[in-house]
């Protein structure tokens, strides 16, 4: 199982670009959500979802659109980047209670 | 709203003991969930506890007071190893979304 997979690792983006987060499990489960983490800050809940077709917005939504059209894919849209948004972003996973897994992390600049 | 409260830093020498604590206020409160980071890697779950007490796991034990609104993470036998940041993080039902605090950088020396 390669567990939470997120893409790209790295992308630096101008303002006002648009972009798309990809993250994927495979351990079916129902729970997605993403977080970005800046210094200090620790990690900030941005959007989740607990199953496909249903999303939920957490702390920090603002500038940033999701679906959940099927269990294993849940991505994370920038329609125009700002400089504020430069952010290393975590999508993570897990059963309805339990652990949460982590992906590795897509680390984003915007100029 | 939701918020949680943990120290920033906290350094300590190989093989002492170190307690994080971790404060909370929600609106409605499922469990307790401590998680570690290193540097520049993804966050990695360590304990849960939905129920009062001690859950221990190895050289890592964490604590819930319901009551209190508190728990701590207890980290015995440091290593250099351990030194990462350390976040509590709580739901207020389940399977819905993990809220977490800030968290707290520990640094161990030799």
């Known amino acids: 199982n390669a567990g939470v997979t997120q893409t790209p690792k790295f992308q630096v983006l101008k303002t006002g670009q648009s972009m798309t987060l990809q993250c994927a499990q495979d351990m079916n489960h129902e729970y997605m959500s993403w977080y970005r983490q800046d210094p200090g800050m620790g990690l900030r809940l941005i959007h989740y979802s607990v199953g496909a077709g249903i999303t939920d917005q957490g702390e920090v939504p603002n500038g940033y659109n999701v679906s959940r059209s099927t269990t294993e894919d849940f991505p994370l849209r920038l329609l125009s980047a700002a400089p504020s948004q430069t952010s290393v972003y975590f999508c993570?996973?897990?059963?309805?209670?339990?652990?949460?897994?982590f992906g590795e992390g897509s680390r984003l600049t915007v100029l | 709203g939701q918020s949680l409260e943990q120290p920033s830093e906290v350094t300590a020498v190989e093989g002492a003991i170190v307690q994080i604590n971790c404060t909370y206020q929600t609106s409605g409160f499922y469990g307790l969930s401590w998680y570690q980071q290193h540097d520049g890697g993804a966050p990695t779950f360590l304990s849960y506890?939905?129920?009062?007490g001690l859950e221990e796991t190895g050289r890592f034990s964490s604590f819930l007071s319901r009551s209190d609104s508190y728990g701590y993470l207890l980290l015995q036998e440091l290593q250099m190893k351990d030194s990462a940041s350390y976040f509590c993080a709580v739901s207020r039902q389940a399977g819905t979304a993990l809220i977490f605090g800030k968290g707290t950088t520990l640094s161990v020396s030799s």
């Open positions: 993570a996973s897990r059963e309805r209670t339990g652990e949460l897994f």
């Open positions: 506890n939905g129920l009062d």
